[in-house]
Nanobody, 122 residues
Framework: QVQLVESGGGAVQAGGSLRLSCTFS????????AGWFRQAPGKERELVAT????????YYDDSVKGRFTISRDNAKNTLYLQMYNLKPDDTAIYYC???????????????WGQGTQVTVSS
């Protein structure tokens, strides 16, 4: 059974940084594509970034390009999202997700974490 646990969320001021982590358990991590989604209050969940199993491919939504970096440490079964220059519009619950497939804009992963709150104040 695949399980995902996010951590690292919090409250920061605009321009600040945070690093989210997602710990994977249950199978072989490098066999899964992984990514981060977010959902702001009153909005639909949206894809932020994805990475293939061995990080050969990465994808970013235009809204975070140049500010966020997705990475993974397969030896530690952990996915990361480093966020710089945070803006109030980045305020959301951030979810990590994995699937045996890898995808970009239309990716629909099977397994999800519970989410971690990120709040950016102006």
């Amino acid at each position: 059974q695949v399980q995902l646990v996010e951590s690292g969320g919090g409250a920061v001021q605009a321009g600040g940084s945070l690093r989210l982590s997602c710990t994977f358990s249950g199978r072989t991590f490098d066999g899964y594509g992984a990514g981060w989604f977010r959902q702001a209050p009153g909005k639909e969940r949206e894809l932020v970034a994805t990475t293939s199993g061995r990080a050969r491919f990465v994808y970013y939504d235009d809204s975070v390009k140049g500010r966020f970096t997705i990475s993974r440490d397969n030896a530690k079964n952990t996915l990361y999202l480093q966020m710089y220059n945070l803006k109030p519009d980045d305020t959301a619950i951030y979810y990590c997700a994995v699937d045996v497939s890898y995808g970009t804009a239309n990716w629909k992963p099977r397994y999800w974490g519970q989410g971690t709150q990120v709040t950016v104040s102006s």
